[in-house]
């Protein structure tokens, strides 16, 4: 047994100097076993008869986007490979704490996670190692590490390799990573103000997006038939214009790309900047979300960048979402050195962008009023999204982003040059001008690129074309017929290059049918695409009918099954289609069938293209279409480009809406009531109509008219002495009228001495008072007499 603390390399140099006593200990595990457990909590242990050798780097550890730095929490793919025609038949893996020996559990840092269990597995007698299932001869593995939680530091990437019986290597340069804790991935975003830029010259990148976003990742209410990534758009800018950003409100456009996925209006937001902004970054949508094309060939653009516009920002959207989306918001790519930067890793987690109020990815629309900022999702957001974690840990990434500097022109103010590849990539592009296309020659889509032009394993070249549709102006040359590129040709590999690895299939889902007979389907997907860059063939999806065994209740229904989806409703772009069943046999209760019978959902068509549009520059503003109050004015431009090079689609006509004073308003008065009585019941009298004001006259309206009129009126001619004794006598009903009312009255002025004055009567402008006498602290009620 080994001594304690006996490190295992210097108990391998024993082994080594007394070999006769370690030939048994070849490719076996158990012995070891129990000397790793002597030696430490935990000991790498290779199953070799000799010293570690140098690998003059024929063996290299390489973590997905080569990153310097990782995200806590985040998950990365970590590959061990050799480089043909070496090979390697067994291997150990670890992540150390930095600074760490390995002999505690503390030690060690993040997690490994199986990708194929024919290839790795756990070391029985080191749980934190990842090793070979079976020793048999390869050129790589694969496996997902899960980056320990804030606050870990920096951590080291070790991998061994035995080769043969008698040769391992062990740590050498490439065989061990160093990555440390990135800032928090959002922390600072919504406070960090732009650094002015002192680099000189111009650098030219190129942007990839990685989609992470798949079932088995995320697998909480995946959406498996319309998950997808919205066409990205962005730009190079200056700090003076801001795309999106933590904190801020949405603009209409960054509303369209997030709840219909829709990079019209943010492109045409992004072009009405002018100099602010020095290149529009486009990328095609990407259908289905997560596919191997996605991950093999991953959509790019390029762009540039100088010292005003050294900003870059872009965004596109998950769907289906009610509002959410990935991107980076001013990446600033200038150094305080005065130089660009060489190369940006960034995991992306999804945001809000505070327009819609849905919690699910298909959550019915439910507009935000007023709109919110936008936000970082969090796993505590709400019980029914898809990102729900009650203990609130971080989201795991959808996507990953890498911005590299493919070229720097003119002269630059840091001469030095990053490394022998930095050398290397600005003198290539310096013989390869720029593509800035002039918008007057029309292209047709690049074609398919060739197979490379080496038919070995060595570099070569492959090629695409595209042609000339139309030149619109004969003056301005149309250059970048032709594309090239650098390639791998065939026989890199001594396994066949053209091998699918598929994972096993996941299980089936539940029967579409509640009752009766119905359909299920299944999943798997591709764990290693083919190295000669062929497209797998090999199905990803099956279905087949079943039949849940359970009796039909009164109130079941059977439905047939979903026909056919109809043909997308836009020709390209984003559009909508349709399926319907049929009820094939309705509740024997006589109820309504509570089947669903129609589905609809988005499609997307290829890219729109159109022929770009020369126009002329907006008119002035009409004058508005009222003369008071609210009204539209318009404005005009006119197409110059021929028409029979193809439909414009740009908008010729732009509307908006003007305010000008309110419009006056009268005053507006009820009709009259019907003549009161005469108040004579012999003589002469007169006898009252009134009316109300139903508007009061507002912005210098007419004013309102009288609202009471009189008329005299004579019933008979009285009798001497009679026409006393009528009124006396019309009076004193009057009096026993209003007593039986009993009004309250107001009182409305006090005098010093005791006398109140009561308003006891109004109507409009007639007001009719009384006095009363004060006794003592009280008032006496006054009733209408």
């Not at 907006?618 to 029979?644: A, F, I, M, N, Q």
Request: charged share 25%; proline share 7%.
């Amino acid at each position: 047994m080994n001594a304690p603390g006996l490190h295992p390399g210097a108990m391998l140099l024993l082994c080594f100097i007394s070999s006769a006593a370690c030939t048994s200990l070849a490719f076996t595990e158990e012995p070891f076993e129990r000397a790793g457990k002597a030696d430490g909590y935990c000991s790498r242990i290779l199953r070799a008869q000799s010293n570690r050798k140098e690998s003059n780097n024929e063996f290299r550890l390489r973590v997905e986007g080569d990153p310097d730095s990782y995200q806590p929490g985040s998950t990365y793919r970590v590959t061990v490979f050799a480089s043909s025609p070496s090979y390697f038949r067994g291997f150990t893996l670890i992540a150390l704490k930095e600074g760490t020996e390995g002999d505690k559990e503390e030690d060690y840092a993040g997690n490994f996670q199986i990708i194929d269990e024919d290839e790795t597995q756990f070391m029985t007698n080191c749980p934190h190692a990842v090793t070979e299932s079976t020793p048999r001869r390869r050129n790589n593995i694969q496996v997902f590490w899960t980056a320990p939680p804030i606050g870990s530091g920096c951590i080291l990437l070790k991998a061994s390799i035995v080769q043969k019986k008698i040769i391992f290597f062990q740590d050498e340069g490439p065989l061990t990573k160093q990555m440390c804790e990135k800032e928090s991935l959002y922390g600072d975003a919504t406070d960090k103000p732009p650094l002015d830029c002192c680099a000189c010259g111009t650098a030219k990148y190129r942007v990839t997006f990685y989609g992470n976003w798949s079932e088995k990742i995320h697998p909480k209410d995946y959406p498996r038939r319309a998950n997808h990534w919205s066409a990205i758009i962005g730009a190079s800018h200056s700090k003076n214009y801001v795309l999106w950003e933590y904190g801020g409100s949405a603009s209409e456009g960054v509303k369209q790309v997030a709840e219909l996925g829709s990079p019209v209006k943010m492109e045409e937001e992004i072009r009405q900047k002018g100099d602010e902004v020095l290149t529009v970054i486009k990328m095609k949508a990407q259908w289905p979300a997560w596919q191997p094309l996605n991950v093999r060939a991953a959509p790019s653009a390029e762009f540039s960048v100088d010292r005003i516009r050294h900003l870059m920002s872009f965004l596109t959207m998950m769907g289906p979402s009610p509002d959410w989306n990935v991107g980076l918001s001013a990446e600033n790519l200038c150094t305080k050195e005065c130089g660009w930067v060489q190369k940006v890793v960034q995991d992306l987690i999804p945001w809000d962008a505070g327009t819609d109020s849905g919690v699910s990815y298909e959550s019915s629309n439910k507009p935000t009023a007023p709109q919110e900022k936008i936000r970082p999702l969090t796993s505590l957001d709400h019980p029914q999204s898809p990102f729900y974690d009650p203990e609130g840990g971080a989201i795991t990434p959808v996507a990953r982003v890498v911005v590299e500097r493919i070229a720097r022109k003119g002269e630059q103010c840091n001469i030095v040059p990053d490394n022998v590849d930095d050398i290397v990539a600005d003198i290539a592009q310096e013989e390869k001008e720029e593509d800035d296309t002039p918008e007057t020659c029309i292209y047709s889509n690049w074609s398919p690129w060739s197979a490379c032009s080496s038919a070995t394993c060595e570099k070569g070249k492959r090629m695409r074309q595209r042609m000339l549709k139309a030149q619109l102006d004969l003056s301005v040359p149309c250059p970048h017929t032709q594309d090239f590129e650098p390639c791998m040709g065939p026989g890199c590999s001594d396994e066949d290059g053209s091998t699918c690895m598929m994972s096993e299939w996941i299980t089936w889902s539940p029967c579409s049918m509640s009752c009766g007979a119905g359909i299920r389907s299944r999943e798997r997907y591709v764990k290693q695409f083919p190295e000669d860059g062929s497209i797998c063939t090999l199905p990803t999806e099956e279905t087949e009918n079943c039949v849940v065994n359970e009796d039909c209740t009164p109130s079941s229904c059977l439905v047939t099954e979903w026909g056919e989806w109809d043909a997308c409703s836009a020709t390209c772009g984003l559009g909508m289609k349709r399926r319907e069943r049929m009820v094939k046999m309705p509740p024997a209760d006589g109820s309504i069938c509570g089947a669903e019978v129609l589905e609809v959902e988005k499609c997307m068509m290829p890219e729109c293209h159109t022929i770009p549009c020369l126009l002329t520059p907006w008119s002035e503003w009409s004058d508005c279409s009222v003369t008071c109050g609210k009204g539209s004015r318009t404005r005009h431009r006119v197409l110059k480009s021929p028409l029979e090079l193809g439909e414009c689609t740009e908008e010729l006509e732009q509307v908006e809406k003007c305010m000008l004073p309110e419009c006056p308003i009268d005053c507006a008065m009820s009709d009259w009531t019907e003549w009161s009585e005469c108040n004579k019941s012999c003589g002469k009298g007169h006898t009252i109509r009134t009316r109300a004001v139903t508007m009061e006259p507002q912005f210098g309206g007419d004013p309102c008219p009288e609202t009471i009129q009189r008329k005299k009126c004579k019933v008979r001619k009285c009798s001497r002495g009679q026409g006393n004794n009528d009124e006396k006598k019309r009076r004193k009903e009057q009096r026993e009228k209003r007593r039986s009312k009993q009004v309250k009255t107001e009182v409305t002025s006090e005098h010093p001495g005791g006398y109140n004055l009561i308003e006891i009567y109004r109507h409009v402008h007639l007001f009719l008072y009384c006095c009363t006498a004060k006794q003592g602290s009280r008032y006496l009620k006054i009733l209408i007499l």
